[in-house]
């Protein structure tokens, strides 16, 4: 009697977790497929970044005539990245270093400054009560939406009204000012830097600067980075505001250069052939965001892995 009792109870106990153990097996499969799709869709975004930046390379490697007749991801008949190289260096008496050079300048002064500047704005907002910054934080969230291109034409009279186009601070000064750098430093300055901790330092006699510089700035470093970062690849690859603000082609950034060799080719009918020599360029100005990306985002990183540990 009593082995009959007790498989009953366990038919009971089988038929009761019975809906348990298939609901978890209805979970587990549909957690496979979720994952299946994310895989598919990390792959394909992959794929859409890599694939430009392979068939960039790849045609770098090839003359006019391969890069015309020849599959955009196969390499040409014959290599051709020194020749391509040297044509690139030497076309114009090397104008294109100039630009290099000119990229460079714009990119460095204007993403520091504006990683200083959001750093210090963003610190004031988010750790001294003052006056109306409820309203300076506002508005400075309202111009964020703002296209740059609504900002193109008023920017360019006011600088043309102080006799400032055409020279470098054209493209620098508009570089400095970030207001998404600002809304980042304000949002990562509030969490990051304890408010206790400079309560502490101020008791101690230290001056506002001296807290900001010796304690702020080390709590700061990663959302800095990430500010340069952003603005150092926003200044780069700057298209617009260099073209309406230069007309001198010794002060062109690589971006406005190569579009100007692009259209002399294709607006003299073959004239100029300089198609592979365009695509040289802009591989080349691309190295050196690349190497600054790879040197920089160990900090990049730590500052996100501080945030995890702390949310």
Known sequence: MTAPAMSTEAEHAAVKSAPVVGRRRRKAERGKQRSSVLTVIIW????????????????STKDNADL?????LKLGHSFQLFKNLGSLFTF???????????????AVVGSVGAAVLSTMAGYALAKYRFPGSRAVFNIVLGSIMVP??????????LFAAAHLTDTPWAVILPSLVS??????????AADAVDDSILEAARIDGASEFRVFRTISLKLLTPGIVTVLLFQLVATWNNYFLPLIMLNSPKLFPVTVGLAQWQGAAAAGGGAQVLFSTVI????????????????LQRYWQSGLATGGVKG
């Not at 740059?148 to 009279?157: F, G, N, V």
């Open 68 to 72: 015309f007749t020849t599959f955009g």
């Open 92 to 106: 114009q008496d090397g104008i294109y270093s100039r630009w290099l050079i000119n990229t460079v300048l714009y």
């Open 44 to 59: 394909l975004t992959v794929l859409y970044f890599i694939v430009p930046l392979l068939w960039l390379v790849i045609s």
């Open 280 to 295: 040289t360029g802009a591989f080349v100005s691309i190295i050196p965001l690349m190497i600054a990306f790879l040197f």
């Open 148 to 157: 740059l291109t609504a900002l193109a034409l008023p920017t360019y009279l």
């Open 179 to 188: 207001p998404f750098g600002v809304y980042l430093m304000r949002v990562y």
